[in-house]
């Protein structure tokens, strides 16, 4: 992978992005693998992402409300009680796999926010 200093990006080589998919598809493999190992009777869920689909499928998704950037893993843990500051009350963790130099998406980032 070289950066290019005007665009002020990391540009993929040949096969490069495919290659980190690749990585990243075994990286949450893993994830999923060690979960359900290790807490049996956790609920979580994998989304599409990076999942190419058709422009129908993909119409169809977009009408039944996936959206864009949505994180690769969601974990759902509903917990509620206090920390000793304050009431915490949350459902669980979205994780988003990256590997290498990937960045995050515009999509993906207003996940976070």
């Excluded at 992402?49 to 409300?65: S, Y």
Aim: charged share 25%.
């Amino acid at each position: 992978m070289d950066y290019d200093n005007k665009l002020g990006v990391y540009i993929h080589g040949k096969g490069e992005k495919r290659h980190n998919r690749q990585e990243e598809f075994h990286l949450q493999c893993s994830v999923v693998s060690w979960l359900k190992v290790q807490y049996p009777a956790l609920k979580f869920c994998a989304t599409l992402g990076g999942v190419r689909v058709g422009i129908g499928l993909a119409k169809k998704l977009k009408k039944q409300g996936y959206l864009k950037g949505i994180p690769d893993l969601l974990i759902v843990y509903p917990k509620m009680g206090f920390d000793g500051r304050c009431y915490i009350k949350y459902c669980g963790l979205f994780i988003e796999f990256k590997v290498n130099n990937n960045k995050l998406t515009i999509e993906q980032k207003d996940w976070q926010n």
